[in-house]
């Protein structure tokens, strides 16, 4: 077993690579500014397109300093359970259903659930 073992470094804690002669990319920082008094730095390539709204570290929306607020999208309002079914059948289809499934309950062939 020894001789299977690696000797000389620690596998993963060190890398032999450097950063001399590597020609980072130009960059500059971006300031944001949270509504509760945070102020968020990020550093973004020159060609980078930067957002206008950050999440800030609070959960809140920290606006990109010296810009102005986008506008919101109109988003789709939320479909619920019966918006859904009212997609598959009709108001009337489903009295009809409900009708008959209370005269099986009312004759006792049907069980009640807890």
């Given at each position: 077993m020894a001789d299977?073992?690696?000797?000389?470094?620690s596998i993963g804690s060190k890398s032999m690579?450097?950063?001399?002669g590597v020609d980072f990319a130009p960059r500059f920082q971006?300031?944001?500014?949270c509504p509760n008094g945070?102020?968020?730095i990020l550093p973004f390539a020159t060609?980078?397109?930067?957002?206008a709204l950050w999440e800030c570290r609070c959960g809140a929306e920290a606006l990109l300093r010296d810009a102005e607020r986008p506008e919101a999208k109109p988003g789709k309002?939320?479909?619920?359970?019966?918006?859904?079914l009212l997609e598959r059948r009709t108001v009337k289809e489903l009295e009809e259903l409900l009708d008959e499934r209370l005269e099986?309950?009312?004759?006792?062939k049907l069980r009640r659930s807890a």
């Open positions: 299977r073992s690696l000797r000389g470094m690579e450097s950063d001399e971006a300031y944001y500014d945070h102020t968020i060609d980078a397109e930067v957002p309002p939320q479909r619920t359970h019966w918006d859904m099986l309950l009312r004759a006792g």
